[in-house]
């Protein structure tokens, strides 16, 4: 056989592949495989024509069955998973991370302090100052910080700072005043403006909704930033492993831009898009319909992102009960149902997908009830998907009776399990023991028959699905701390975890026929990782990495040798 052989040898640099190689045919031989198929649930090597899988077997018979000019890469023992995908991210936001502020593992205010100093000093020309990533949860104290913390680093130009998940941020006092927040303005709809007790001026912290009130006076990204972070973010993606990434809320204007880097093979990730809404965007999607197969099969267009609540670092996460730490606060609803149900309605009517961010547990009901009140009024007859598939983006805390309702409704249960290993600092805080039982309640939710997808939520998280696989088997923090509360009985099976990355999402996309296991037919999409995370130690998993990633039959990220 006249063979391209390619052999992984035990040290090298890395090495990153353009999006589009050419040779049709791949054979990947002495590999240690796991298929997520029960019929055959391990192999040693796999054969890949035209981007299909065309054999699972032995390395020996793939040899034979390998198109004369096929690329041969002998894995020598590494661990092949199908293409890991990302369930839950913001692939403009992990980009933007790379680009700008980053602060993420801020240690304190001090800490902050700092880093917006020597921001100020390498960003000298510029009016604004924006960051985001600080969590608050492990300082000492753990407080928001505030306006005058902010002030002391920086008080000449606006700064804005946004809390890691996205739903808070501080603001100084210039920017208070250039968004003309004081003492006397109301709190926004679905949005909270903090404010000291003693002498009502506002703290500078800005709680969901209310975060608009400053964000929309930041000159927004012109189109050559937009595609820069598009790629940087995708090209990171890849670079951990992932094969597919569902973008969980954005707009029509980046979808052009993935277009346009599709067109201009820029960007080999696969991608399940969800637009965000109510509003024109979605309004656009529903009247129009999906969009399937662009970029040569890796984009599709199919979801609309909705919002019920905030975050539970955040106390904006909607509660049944006050939370714990703050007796006078239940969180609040983002948007009102009697907006979001008329779009429940519409979607089934054209087959759009529907994605709905809950977090605590009377965000979850209420998601719930919308869609089950949205189900009875569409019967199937009338659906143009019959089994919609709808979603609920995180479902972090649900209350004991809901819990079952996700598999009776046919709602599938999209959650990042780093959200647990991250909020096990303030969570028993916010919760208490009680509702700590339906935190994070992966394994509660699986036993009851509901379909589990898992994602990063980065940037929100690191994005890496080493971590997202060890906070579901272990589920205890990256140090392996975890108290006596922490759920030990909701950590999944590894064989749980995997599929909770592969074949689950590929269901949750409505491709678990063309993607999420390995098998004939299926896609070449594969995950090359240094360990066998399904057997190693569980706090060795987060010393995996991925050696390569493959899509569609082609090597769009390789690091030569294990880290």
């Not at 662009?294 to 106390?315: H, M, N, Q, T």
């Not at 099976?493 to 098998?519: C, K, N, V």
């Amino acid at each position: 056989m006249s063979c391209i052989v390619c052999r992984i040898p035990a040290a090298a640099a890395l090495l990153l592949l353009s999006p589009l190689l050419s040779g049709a045919s791949l054979v990947l031989t002495n590999g240690n495989i796991y298929t997520v198929e029960e019929a055959q649930p391990r192999a040693q090597a796999v054969v890949v024509e035209d981007g299909r899988i065309t054999f699972v077997g032995d390395s020996a018979e793939a040899l034979r069955r390998a198109p004369a000019a096929a690329r041969q890469v002998d894995l020598q023992g590494l661990t092949v998973l199908p293409g890991l995908t990302d369930a839950h991210a913001h692939l403009y936001g992990i980009g933007k991370r790379e680009l700008s502020f980053n602060l993420e593992g801020t240690a304190g205010i001090e800490d902050l302090q700092e880093r917006l100093s020597h921001q100020a000093e390498q960003t000298k020309g510029e009016i604004w100052i924006v960051g985001r990533g600080w969590i608050e949860s492990r300082w000492q104290p753990a407080r928001f910080p505030d306006r005058h913390d902010l002030d002391a680093a920086v008080s000449d130009r606006p700064v804005l700072l946004v809390r890691a998940d996205g739903h808070g941020a501080v603001a100084n006092s210039a920017a208070l005043v250039l968004a003309d927040i004081d003492a006397g303005t109301p709190d926004p709809a679905g949005g909270q403006i903090l404010k000291d007790e003693r002498t009502g001026e506002p703290t500078g912290m800005l709680i969901d909704g209310a975060i608009g009130l400053v964000q929309r006076l930041v000159p927004p990204p012109d189109q050559t930033q937009i595609l820069r972070a598009l790629e940087l973010g995708a090209r990171r993606s890849v670079e951990m492993g992932w094969t597919q990434l569902h973008i969980a809320g954005n707009s029509y204007k980046e979808v052009r831009a993935l277009r346009q880097l599709c067109e201009q093979d820029k960007i080999s990730l696969r991608l399940y898009d969800a637009i965000g809404g109510p509003g024109a965007d979605a309004n656009r999607l529903l009247a129009s319909g999906a969009s399937l197969g662009e970029c040569g099969g890796r984009l599709d267009v199919r979801g609309i992102k909705l919002y019920i609540d905030g975050a539970l670092g955040s106390r904006g996460a909607a509660l049944l009960a006050p939370y714990s730490d703050a007796p006078d606060n239940s969180g609040l609803l983002v948007n009102e149902e009697k907006a979001l149900y008329p779009v429940l309605v519409r979607a089934l009517r054209s087959g759009i997908q529907v994605q709905m961010h809950a977090i605590g547990d009377r965000g979850n009901r209420i998601a719930l009830d919308l869609y089950e009140r949205a189900f009875a009024a569409v019967p199937v007859s009338e659906r143009a998907v019959a089994e919609p598939r709808w979603r609920i983006e995180h479902a972090q805390v649900v209350a004991a009776s809901d819990i079952p309702r996700f598999a009776e409704l046919g709602v599938i249960a999209s959650m990042q399990p780093s959200h647990a290993i991250g909020d096990l600092f303030f969570a028993p805080a916010r919760l208490g023991p009680a509702r700590l039982q339906g935190a994070y309640a992966w394994r509660s939710l699986l036993e009851a028959g509901a379909t589990l997808v898992g994602g990063s939520d980065a940037p929100v998280e690191r994005g890496d699905p080493m971590v997202e696989f060890y906070a579901a088997v272990v589920r205890r923090s990256l140090e392996g701390f975890a108290d006596e509360n922490w759920g030990a009985g909701e950590r999944l099976s590894r064989e749980q975890a995997l599929h909770m990355f592969t074949l689950g999402p590929a269901y949750a996309a409505f491709q678990e026929d063309s993607r999420g296991s390995i098998a004939v037919g299926k896609a070449g999409d594969f995950t090359v990782l240094s360990a066998d995370i399904m057997q190693i130690p569980g706090p060795q998993i987060l010393q995996a990495r991925a050696v390569m990633t493959i899509i569609g039959g082609q090597i769009v990220y390789s690091r030569a040798g294990q880290p």
